[in-house]
């Protein structure tokens, strides 16, 4: 699986259902920019979002499969 | 290093954990955040993590955020570059920072902090 694929996997474990898009910046894999609209961030602060996606992505962060992650989140209201 | 770090975030008004300096960043979202915040005319305090590796395992360990840059307005962190760039774009950086600091906050100082280990 390429790193791109294994980001959008995890972010489909953890926002099942919601619209999301993951790009890979630079063709290298490992500069991502994700996109998620989620009724989970509903009445939650930027930071909270953000914090959401990274517990998704704790693992590629964790073990440098991420080099550059940009997040672009958004509620459902 | 875990106390240096700790009163950076809390005394200062505007910290800013990047890579590289103001005069020599090392990354675009660095660069991102770095501008944002000029444009809004924060005094900035900016310390450069790549000095020493125990400097951003510290940081991210008491922030819980895992990656740089991370801005903290008086102790709260406010986000990384992407999140910087929204609320500068929608106001709201300034708005932030006029409630922490006071509406006279704009002074646009940026100063360089660096971490002994």
């Known amino acids: 699986m390429d790193a ?6 995890l972010l489909r474990g953890a926002f ?27 009445g939650l602060s930027l930071v909270e979002q953000h914090r959401l996606v990274y517990d998704a992505l704790a693992d590629p962060l964790a073990d440098g499969t991420i080099h550059e992650l940009r997040i672009k989140t958004k509620g459902a209201a | 290093m875990k106390d240096q770090i700790k009163e950076i975030i809390e005394g200062e008004d505007v910290a800013l954990f990047m890579k590289g300096t103001p005069q020599f960043v090392m990354c675009g979202n660095s660069q991102r955040a770095l501008d944002a915040l000029r444009r809004a005319g924060a005094p900035v305090t900016a310390v450069d993590i790549l000095p020493d590796p125990q400097i951003r395992q510290e940081l991210s360990a008491l922030s819980g955020w895992p990656t740089i840059p991370q801005v903290f307005v008086r102790g709260e962190l406010i986000g990384g570059a992407d999140i910087v760039d929204e609320l500068e774009a929608s106001g709201e950086l300034q708005r932030k920072l006029e409630e922490k ?17």
Do not use: C
């Open chain 1, 16 to 42: 099942p259902g919601d619209e999301l898009s993951v790009e890979d910046r630079t063709g290298g894999g490992d500069h991502f920019q994700v996109s998620v609209a989620s009724p989970r961030f509903d």
């Open chain 2, 101 to 117: 600091l006071g509406q006279d906050y704009r002074n646009g100082e940026v100063r360089t902090v660096a971490l002994a280990g």
């Open chain 1, 4 to 9: 791109r694929t294994r980001v959008e996997e």
